[in-house]
């Protein structure tokens, strides 16, 4: 069973930049992606970014379109957020989950249904 450990969560201030990471333990096959979610208090699960691992596939809801960037680091096992110009409605905890790319492909890379691995996840704050 793969275990995935986000980090990087803090208390930023809007226009401010952060980066995310999602490390993920023992062999990933290629054949996996890994997408990121968040939750705001009161709100449903949002899902905001993918990445498949055989083609480098990228995908991103509107609201981080332009501002986030999902990206790999084989020799690391790790999957990054990198976000900028955050804004207050960002705040969230963050998580990061992987999946099958074929069934998170099938399923919308964007939704949880498709994943079926997920970290306990790291707080975005931003506040001024």
């Known amino acids: 069973q793969v275990q995935l450990v986000e980090s990087g969560g803090a208390l930023v201030q809007p226009g401010g930049s952060l980066r995310l990471s999602c490390s993920a333990s023992?062999?990933?096959?290629?054949?996996?992606?890994i997408g990121w979610f968040r939750q705001a208090p009161g709100k449903e699960r949002e899902g905001i970014s993918c990445?498949?691992?055989?083609?480098?596939?990228?995908y991103y809801a509107d609201s981080v379109k332009d501002r986030f960037t999902i990206s790999r680091d084989n020799a690391k096992n790790t999957v990054y957020l990198q976000m900028h110009s955050l804004k207050l409605e960002d705040t969230a905890v963050y998580y990061c989950?992987?999946?099958?790319?074929?069934?998170?492909?099938?399923?919308?890379?964007?939704?949880?249904?498709?994943?079926?691995?997920w970290g306990r996840g790291t707080q975005v704050t931003v506040s001024s």
């Open positions: 989950a992987m999946g099958y790319s074929a069934v998170v492909l099938t399923k919308g890379p964007l939704v949880a249904p498709g994943y079926d691995s």
């Open positions: 023992g062999f990933i096959s290629e054949y996996r992606a």
């Open positions: 990445i498949t691992f055989n083609d480098g596939g990228t």
